[in-house]
């Protein structure tokens, strides 16, 4: 098994900027992939961005394109998503996301966390 713990959220305003951090433990050694995904009131659960744990391979949702930076650091099992630019439409639960296979930009991750709060005021 593979947990993983959020942290970083909180309330920003328009064009602000935050990072979250994601630390997993366990058995990290079979993950070969870390994402972030988010989801907004009454909205499905969406890709945000992904990383390969050597991180030669990145992957983001055009929405986010430009504006977000998705970041690991493999001594410490933490993966970082920085985001900047952030607008409204960004309010969401962002999750963090683990998989033992290549990098996807689709839900099939094998291991999530709970999720924290990221709510961008106008």
């Known amino acids: 098994q593979v947990q993983l713990v959020e942290a970083g959220g909180g309330l920003v305003q328009a064009g602000g900027s935050l990072r979250l951090s994601c630390a997993a433990s366990?058995?990290?050694?079979?993950?070969?992939?870390m994402g972030w995904f988010r989801q907004a009131p009454g909205k499905e659960r969406e890709f945000v961005a992904a990383?390969?744990?050597?991180?030669?391979?990145?992957a983001y949702a055009d929405s986010v394109k430009g504006r977000f930076t998705i970041s690991g650091d493999s001594a410490k099992n933490t993966v970082y998503l920085q985001m900047n630019s952030l607008k409204p439409e960004d309010t969401a639960v962002y999750y963090c996301?683990?998989?033992?296979?290549?990098?996807?930009?689709?839900?099939?991750?094998?291991?999530w966390g709970q999720g924290t709060q990221v709510t961008v005021s106008s």
């Open positions: 990383i390969s744990r050597s991180g030669d391979n990145t």
């Open positions: 366990g058995r990290t050694f079979s993950v070969y992939t």
């Open positions: 996301a683990a998989r033992i296979g290549v990098v996807v930009t689709t839900a099939r991750f094998d291991y």
